[in-house]
């Protein structure tokens, strides 16, 4: 009367051992969450830091209203000669460069283009530089500003500030390191409209 499974030996039978479904899972979850846990701890560590002003790269103004003046270059602290290329300086001029006005259609009422202006001159560290608009005979310039370490100088300004009209502007940059010169234009006139 008794049921005999033809497959299964004489010698005691054993189930075969699984593991339960969950205990698989969790063991998968555990090692995927240990691996991103350690790939998010090691981009945090080694995330570089957001850019900031320097005095080798200054960029725009650091707050504060900056309308209807301009913004200086030169570093907040003290610095000894020997950190600026000066007159006495072995350093070669290099030609201006830059974003020299960014906005060539301003309009004086500031509607429908603003009339607040950003100006870049990039050339050799410690140079004096200088942008001059000319109308005709008549000529306008922001005022000179000597480049920080990485050899650059803003200005942030409107139209009405250094006294421009409606018209069309050749707009060149100067710069100058001890008894150096050197320019370059703009390729477009910078065009002030009412």
């Not at 005095?55 to 707050?63: A, I, L, V």
């Not at 602290?77 to 006005?101: C, E, H, Q, R, Y």
Request: hydrophobic content about 30%; aromatic content about 6%.
């Amino acid at each position: 009367m008794g049921f005999k499974n033809k497959n299964v030996s004489s010698k005691s039978y054993r189930p075969a051992r699984r593991f339960p479904l969950v205990v698989i899972i969790g063991g998968i979850a555990l090692i995927l969450l240990a691996g991103g846990g350690a790939f998010y701890w090691n981009s945090v560590r080694h995330r570089s830091p957001a850019p900031t002003a320097n005095s080798e790269t200054k960029g725009e103004p650091q707050g504060g209203d900056t309308t209807g003046s301009t913004s200086s270059s030169s570093d907040d602290n003290p610095t000894s000669s020997d950190d600026k290329n000066t007159g006495g300086s072995t350093a070669t001029l290099i030609a201006p460069s830059g974003n020299f006005v960014s906005n060539h259609h301003p309009n004086l009422s500031g509607s429908p283009a603003p009339n607040q202006i950003q100006s870049v001159c990039n050339t050799t560290p410690g140079a004096q530089c200088e942008i001059t608009f000319t109308n005709g005979t008549d000529t306008k310039s922001l005022p000179a500003q000597t480049t920080d370490k990485g050899g650059a100088t803003y200005w942030t300004w409107k139209v009405q500030d250094i006294g421009l009209t409606a018209g069309s502007w050749k707009v060149q940059a100067t710069s100058k390191l001890g008894s150096d010169t050197k320019t370059a234009d703009d390729a477009i006139l910078l065009e002030v409209r009412p």
